[in-house]
Nanobody, 127 residues
Framework: QVQLVESGGGSVQAGGSLRLSCVASGNTISRACMGWFRQAPGKEREWVATIYDGAGVTFYADSVKGRFTISRDNAKNTVYLQMDSLKPEDTAMYYC????????????????????WGQGTQVTVSS
């Protein structure tokens, strides 16, 4: 069982940047399918990005495409989410999640397919 711990959240002004980290322990995530999700108060959990194992193919939600970048460092058992050009609507709790393997692209956004979750890190963007 892998444990995930997120960090790097904080408060920034619109247009600013943050880099979130997700460190895994208990097992390697080098072959895992890793995702980032977010949840704002009163809203459902929303998929943000997924990075596949192997060649590290990435996919993004339309709302963050071109502004966010997901990456992984298997040697450090860590996944990152670089967030640039932040907007107030990006304010949410951000969660890292892992699933055994990535399958069809449309499944990337389905939270119930990810078996391991971190505790979340808060991102607040002010206008």
């Amino acid at each position: 069982q892998v444990q995930l711990v997120e960090s790097g959240g904080g408060s920034v002004q619109a247009g600013g940047s943050l880099r979130l980290s997700c460190v895994a322990s208990g097992n390697t995530i080098s072959r895992a399918c890793m995702g980032w999700f977010r949840q704002a108060p009163g809203k459902e959990r929303e998929w943000v990005a997924t990075i596949y194992d192997g060649a590290g193919v990435t996919f993004y939600a339309d709302s963050v495409k071109g502004r966010f970048t997901i990456s992984r460092d298997n040697a450090k058992n860590t996944v990152y989410l670089q967030m640039d050009s932040l907007k107030p609507e990006d304010t949410a709790m951000y969660y890292c999640a892992a699933r055994t393997r990535c399958t069809a692209r449309f499944t990337n956004s389905l939270p119930f397919l990810y078996g391991n979750w971190g505790q979340g890190t808060q991102v607040t963007v002010s206008s």
